[in-house]
C-alpha cells in the first residue's frame, strides 16, 4: 500500500517584507519533499478575498452545511493530510484548511498569548487535528484546553544556503537592530554608538524596513558583527504576554555569523545545549558593546560553534519532526 502523501495549501504573499522569509524559506523544505503532493491548492490573493466573502455570506444565511458539502468541491477531494502555515492567527485565512478532508494540521509562527482565544476557536470550528507551534510555552499552555486537537513544539528553522557572510574583517555594521527593537535598551546605546562613530542600524520609526529586497537583507545581515536579540515577551509584552521563544532572528544572524546580544530564551538553551547569546549587561550596554568590539577576535570561537550547530536547526530537520507527527496519526 502506498503512503498517502501531504497536501500543502500555499499561501501567495502580495508584497515582500523581510519577516516573511522565514515563511518562504519553510514553504521550499515543504515542496522539495517528495511525500508532498504535488497538486498544491494555491491560495492566491483574489481566490482568498472571494472565499472568505462567500463563507461570511453563508455564515450569515446560518447555512454552514452548504459551505461543507457544495461549494467548495476542489477542498472536499483532498483526504489525506492537509497542512497550512501561517504568519500571525487568523480565522478566515484557516478556511480552505478546514474545508479539507482526512487530518488538518496548522503551523503558527506567532502564537502570542493575545492570540490564544482565537487559536482555540480555530481548532474547535474548524475541527484541526493538530497545530503545530514555534513556541513551547504557547504548545504548553494550549494543551491545557482539553481540546481534541494536539498542539506540539516545532521551533523555527533556518535555510542555511540562503545565508552568506563576510569575512571578520570585512563586517562593517557594528550593531544591527533587526526588526522590533527593546526601547529601554535602544535609548541607552544608540547616543554612545553616535558619539563614537559606530555603525549602527535600526528602524527609525515602527515599522520601517532596513534593508527593503532580499539581496539587501541577506548581505546586511553577513556584514554585521553584534545583531541584537530579545524575545518578543521583553520587547512586547502586551501582546506576547508570557511567551518567551527563540524567533528566527537568532537563527538568521547565526547562519550570517554575527554575536548575538541581548537575552536568551530557556528554550534555545536547551534546543542548543549550551547559551549562544552574549547576555546584554542593562546596567552598563554601552560600555559592553564597546568592550565586545575591541576584543571581536575572541568571540569568533562562539560564533563558530554557533554556526556549526545551526546544521541542526534546519527547516528540511523541522519538516521531518512535523511528518513523524502528522504519520503517526494515521
Not at 123 to 137: P, V, Y
Not at 269 to 289: C, H, R, T
Not at 294 to 303: A, C, G, K, T
Request: aromatic fraction near 12%; hydrophobic fraction near 35%; charge should be positive.
Amino acid at each position: 500500500m502506498s503512503k498517502k502523501k501531504t497536501v500543502y495549501i500555499k499561501t501567495i504573499y502580495p508584497s515582500y517584507h523581510v519577516s516573511l522569509e522565514t515563511s518562504r524559506e519553510f514553504q521550499e523544505a515543504i515542496l522539495t519533499d517528495n511525500n508532498t503532493d504535488a497538486s498544491i491548492l494555491i491560495n492566491k490573493k483574489y481566490f482568498q478575498k472571494l472565499l472568505v466573502f462567500i463563507y461570511k455570506v453563508l455564515r450569515k444565511l446560518k447555512s454552514e452545511s452548504i459551505i461543507y458539502s457544495e461549494y467548495f468541491n476542489i477542498f472536499r477531494k483532498v483526504s489525506q493530510s492537509s497542512i497550512m502555515i501561517q504568519m500571525g492567527v487568523s480565522t478566515e485565512l484557516a478556511i480552505p484548511l478546514a474545508l479539507c478532508k482526512g487530518n488538518k494540521y496548522l503551523y503558527y509562527f506567532d502564537a502570542w498569548e493575545s492570540t490564544h482565544a482565537e487559536i482555540l476557536s480555530i481548532a474547535q470550528k474548524h475541527k484541526i487535528t493538530g497545530m503545530f507551534l514555534s513556541s513551547r510555552t504557547a504548545a504548553q499552555m494550549l494543551s491545557t484546553a482539553g481540546l481534541k486537537c494536539r498542539f506540539i513544539w516545532i521551533p523555527e528553522g533556518i535555510c542555511l544556503k540562503k545565508y552568506r557572510y563576510c569575512n571578520y574583517d570585512e563586517k562593517d555594521i557594528d550593531v544591527l537592530e533587526l526588526g522590533r527593537r527593546f526601547s529601554k535598551y535602544h535609548e541607552k546605546i544608540s547616543p554612545y554608538l553616535q558619539k563614537t562613530a559606530k555603525t549602527h542600524l535600526y528602524e527609525s520609526s515602527p515599522g520601517e524596513i532596513i534593508f527593503p529586497d532580499q539581496p539587501s537583507f541577506y548581505n546586511g545581515l553577513a556584514r554585521t558583527k553584534i545583531s541584537i536579540c530579545f524575545p518578543s515577551n521583553i520587547t512586547h509584552p502586551h501582546s506576547a504576554g508570557c511567551i518567551e521563544t527563540m524567533t528566527v532572528r537568532y537563527l538568521q544572524s547565526i547562519a550570517s555569523k554575527c554575536i548575538l546580544l541581548g537575552q536568551v530564551p530557556q528554550e534555545m538553551i536547551d534546543l542548543f545545549g549550551y547559551n549562544p547569546v552574549v547576555e546584554a549587561d542593562m546596567n552598563k550596554p554601552s560600555e559592553q558593546i564597546l568592550s565586545i568590539l575591541e576584543n571581536y577576535i575572541s568571540y569568533i570561537p562562539l560564533i563558530e560553534k554557533n554556526y556549526d550547530n545551526l546544521k541542526y536547526h534546519t527547516w528540511n530537520n523541522r519538516w521531518a519532526d512535523m511528518t513523524s507527527q502528522m504519520n503517526a496519526s494515521y
